[in-house]
């Protein structure tokens, strides 16, 4: 599935949730796929720019192998998140799945079985965790990315007792 055909189901899915009553959003200017993403399936962004609110829904390229109602389900979902008041998983959110659910037969959830889909759960991608200890009590500290505190622990004092900080070393996981 491509961009174009994630726009015309974007569309279709848009006027099904208008016809059932549901108040999306009338500024979502498309679907766009992310090939970066590994620890969502989908995302609604919004845009505020000079008063003007706008909303992107985005599909992790992952999911694109999966049958044509679960994305369809992942797309209501972000749909859903351009409701006003609904940009979490708050109440009134739930109350358009359940909606959803009795009227067209969706299952929104808040959060996506990954092995359902046949995906790997969360990030596929492994890295490198920084570790930085303190020289009194042992306290350590861990990062994924160089920073600050990895670059010059020197300069950092323990939260915990208040001694200096030292790089111990990094753990490739």
């Given amino acids: 599935m491509d961009e174009k055909e994630l726009n015309k189901l974007l569309n279709e899915l848009s006027q099904k949730l208008k016809d059932i009553g549901i108040p999306i959003s009338t500024s979502i200017y498309g679907i766009k796929i992310n090939k970066r993403a590994k620890a969502r399936v989908g995302a609604c962004k919004i845009n505020k720019e000079r008063g003007k609110i706008e909303f992107l829904i985005e599909i992790s390229s992952m999911v694109l192998h999966c049958k044509k109602e679960e994305i369809e389900t992942i797309i209501i979902h972000e749909l859903l998140h351009t409701c006003k008041g609904c940009f979490n998983h708050g109440k009134k959110w739930k109350e358009y799945c359940s909606t959803v659910k009795d009227q067209l037969g969706y299952e929104i959830t808040s959060t ?17 965790v920084y570790v930085v200890s303190c020289s009194g009590c042992g ?29 111990k070393g990094k753990i490739n996981i």
């Fill in 139 to 167: 306290q350590e500290y861990t990062r994924k990315r160089i920073c600050p505190l990895v670059r010059n622990p020197e300069n950092y004092k323990c939260g915990k007792c208040g001694k200096r900080l030292f790089f």
């Fill in 112 to 128: 996506i079985n990954y092995e359902k889909l046949g995906l790997e759960k969360g990030r596929t991608k492994k890295g490198t």
